[in-house]
């Protein structure tokens, strides 16, 4: 049991698409992330959610729209993706915003766009 | 901003046997915490060990331990007595008193049976 559960696993998609991302988590956590993990790049964090509340929009481009229903659920919805958004995308969460035990992550969604 | 090297893309060390990852960052902060986080190839990331700034005594968790030279701005993760579980991603963070992570690019084990 990771705590983090992301779905779906493996995702391809045409830019035309609109698919979402999920991710579960039942660790009592407040604080939910979106990355995105690129090879030989360090991981580019997307979007934080506190206490189901956008904290921070790291200049993402609007194809991507996160949602926040509750505390325990994060959503990634994406739309007209282009090729160079194929990545791994990775859902964290913790117990406060930055906080000093560090992020309890997802395994990721792999994420191809074709 | 923050940043974090790594400077070592790849390292392999012989099963039982010691390696080091070496990690610098830049920062004009006294007060942060550094991390390294292990990512198998499940891709989960996971937290090997952690590091408190103001703490001169440097970290340890099992066979895992830190060298943290504050004045060098260096956090380098040393495993011990290696495992062919060992192999992974490893990433150096760091993360800033406004609580935000900064993640290094990455540096593959690969451990030799």
């Known amino acids: 049991e990771t705590g983090v559960t992301q779905t779906p696993r493996h995702l391809v998609m045409g830019m035309t698409n609109k698919k979402s991302l999920k991710c579960e988590q039942h660790l009592g956590h407040n604080a939910m992330y979106w990355y995105k993990q690129s090879a030989k790049k360090p991981l580019e964090l997307m979007f934080v959610y506190s206490l189901e509340e956008r904290v921070e929009n790291n200049s993402v481009p609007s194809r991507f729209s996160p949602e926040c229903p509750n505390s325990s659920h994060l959503f990634l919805h994406l739309h007209t993706l282009q090729p160079e958004d194929s990545a791994l995308y990775l859902c964290?969460?913790?117990?406060?915003?930055?906080?000093?035990?560090?992020?309890?992550f997802g395994s990721g969604t792999r994420l191809t766009v074709v | 901003a923050q940043t974090v090297t790594q400077s070592q893309p790849e390292m392999s060390v012989q099963e039982a046997e010691t390696v080091t990852l070496s990690c610098t960052y830049d920062t004009s902060e006294s007060d942060y915490y550094l991390f390294w986080y292990k990512q198998p190839p499940s891709r989960q990331m996971i937290l090997v060990i952690r590091q408190e700034a103001y703490k001169q005594q440097n970290a340890t968790e099992n066979r895992f331990s830190v060298n943290f030279q504050k004045a060098a701005k260096s956090f380098s993760l040393k495993i011990s007595d290696s495992q062919l579980g060992d192999a992974a991603m490893y990433f150096c963070?760091?993360?800033?008193?406004?609580?935000?992570?900064?993640f290094g690019t990455g540096t593959s084990l690969t451990v030799i049976p």
């Open positions: 963070a760091y993360r800033s008193a406004g609580n935000q992570f900064y």
């Open positions: 964290a969460s913790s117990q406060g915003p930055g906080s000093y035990y560090g992020y309890t």
